[in-house]
């Protein structure tokens, strides 16, 4: 697939948000992609948590692997309406305070209408020089401008009521499209490469092992999943997996690039290759050691640069597979800058290359 149209899927997904338990607009980009791909040869499924997926089946069913990227993003969630107009918020997914002060927001209201709103912040030009040092900033402080000048012109002529959700506003293309046909940024990176990176595996899959009967020449059945809630705790690939006698777990997410002073990471680079990741969650979370291995052994073979990861403040729908359902899983990370930030950096050859990988890995199970 060329990089054009990788772009193509990756802004036709963005087009629609999808704060964490509402990714219902989303999975309808992510169905009519996929649909483009599978034709009449296998069929397209949701589960009651709002789990999308299918089942390629393979011409022997001696093992049921689920490939899973998230469809949800990070948000927040209106805690409550101050009698001046203002409005209180509580995170939805995790990320700190320090970047949020005058980033726009977008609002879902009770017509289910996004509401433009500004995270209120303190200017520089009324603040004593001693205390514009103080670095961190709790969410929950933090206030919301809509316009409103009191509470019922918020609940009456904006439609925003207490539990509303928002998501974070911005642009979603090329960074410099002049220059580079490759850097991407944009809002809900994490996880919108990974879930075009699901789009690009499953073409990859169907063009090239796809039988005259309609099954994938491998001897293991492949679902394909974009699953929900995941950065609210993992919900739906733990149920979706739960569910259906999976074997063994294959979760794409992002690879955390960080070189900032004071932060903890594994140096690794933006064009790097694909993250191999084997531990999460501060030790709390350890991905299956000779699945990993045998990633890597696909990437050495099939001469993909890949990278190897550790994450300290980060869990993923792998992690969760591998810790409460006993399932070897892994997790495979596209390089991504500023990760829960707006916006996120990432590039359209580590998603075809993530795919690359794991398309050899399945090729090759015996």
């Not at 020089?129 to 670095?135: D, F, P």
């Not at 699901?198 to 059945?221: A, F, Q």
């Not at 291995?293 to 992690?319: M, R």
């Amino acid at each position: 697939m060329e990089k054009k149209d990788i772009l193509d899927i990756i802004k036709a997904l963005a087009s629609k948000r999808a704060p964490s338990g509402l990714e219902k607009e989303r999975g309808k980009i992510f169905e009519k992609q996929i649909k483009k791909l599978i034709q009449k040869d296998f069929k397209l499924k949701k589960d009651p948590l709002g789990n999308i997926y299918i089942k390629l089946r393979g011409t022997a069913s001696k093992q049921k692997i689920a490939i899973i990227a998230h469809m949800d993003e990070i948000g927040g969630t209106i805690r409550k309406i101050r009698k001046g107009g203002k409005l209180e918020f509580s995170p939805r997914g995790g990320y700190e305070g320090r970047w949020l002060i005058s980033k726009k927001i977008q609002i879902l209201n009770s017509e289910e209408k996004w509401i433009y709103g500004v995270i209120s912040g303190r200017s520089t030009h009324s603040i004593p020089e001693k205390l514009r040092g103080k670095e961190k900033i709790d969410p929950l402080e933090l206030e919301i401008f809509i316009g409103a000048e009191n509470k019922e012109e918020v609940l009456d002529k904006y439609k925003i009521h207490v539990g509303a959700p928002f998501v974070f506003s911005g642009d979603f293309d090329l960074l410099n499209s002049d220059i580079d046909d490759d850097i991407i940024a944009g809002y809900s990176m994490d996880n919108l490469a990974a879930l075009t990176c699901l789009i690009v595996l499953t073409e990859k899959l169907i063009k090239n092992l796809k039988n005259e009967r309609g099954k994938l020449k491998l001897k293991s059945d492949i679902y394909i999943v974009a699953s929900t809630r995941e950065e609210i705790g993992t919900e739906g690939a733990f149920y979706f997996t739960r569910n259906h006698s999976i074997n063994r777990v294959i979760a794409i997410d992002i690879g955390i690039v960080e070189d900032a002073p004071g932060t903890i990471h594994s140096e690794l680079k933006l064009k790097g290759g694909p993250v191999i990741v084997w531990q999460e969650s501060r030790g709390h979370g350890i991905l299956d050691y000779s699945f990993c291995k045998d990633l890597t052994q696909a990437a050495e073979k099939y001469n993909i640069k890949y990278q190897n990861g550790v994450f300290e403040y980060y869990g993923s729908d792998a992690g969760k597979t591998q810790k409460w359902l006993g399932l070897p899983s892994a997790l495979i990370g596209i390089p991504t800058k500023f990760s829960h930030n707006v916006p996120e950096i990432s590039t359209l050859s580590e998603i075809d290359a993530t795919a690359e990988l794991i398309y050899y890995y399945l090729k090759d199970l015996k």
